[in-house]
């Protein structure tokens, strides 16, 4: 999506809000897919803590990231970013669709 944006309008703001919208949901989601795999969980309260205190940090960690760009980059577009935003939270799905995680 943000080479798409970049081809399409041949405006760097526009692939940097893009930029910034894919950002803003795969680092979170690989600070959560870290946590989570670092240590094992002894028993199934402790994984569901854990659980609950990763997808935490990634949700604030989501939003401070979405804040700081609304902030920070004057020339944002939010077309741009919430489209890249919206498809990259859908990457997830298809992914799981392709392993076949989830039937259709």
């Known amino acids: 999506m943000v080479v798409l ?9 526009k692939a940097w809000s893009a930029l910034f919208g894919a950002g803003s949901v795969v680092v979170p989601n690989a600070l959560m897919a870290w946590g989570m795999t670092r240590r094992s969980a ?13 997808e935490l940090i990634k949700i604030i ?8 760009v609304v902030l920070g980059f004057p020339p944002l577009s939010w ?7 919206v ?16 039937r259709k």
Not at 79 to 85: D, E, G, K, V
């Open 79 to 85: 077309p741009a970013l919430l489209s890249t935003l």
């Open 61 to 68: 960690l989501a939003t401070a990231i979405l804040v700081a």
């Open 42 to 54: 002894m028993n199934g309260g402790t994984a569901m803590l854990s659980f609950m205190v990763w």
């Open 5 to 13: 944006w970049g081809l399409l309008t041949w405006q760097g703001d």
């Open 87 to 102: 498809v990259a939270l859908k990457a997830n799905w298809l992914a799981l669709l392709r392993r076949g995680r989830i």
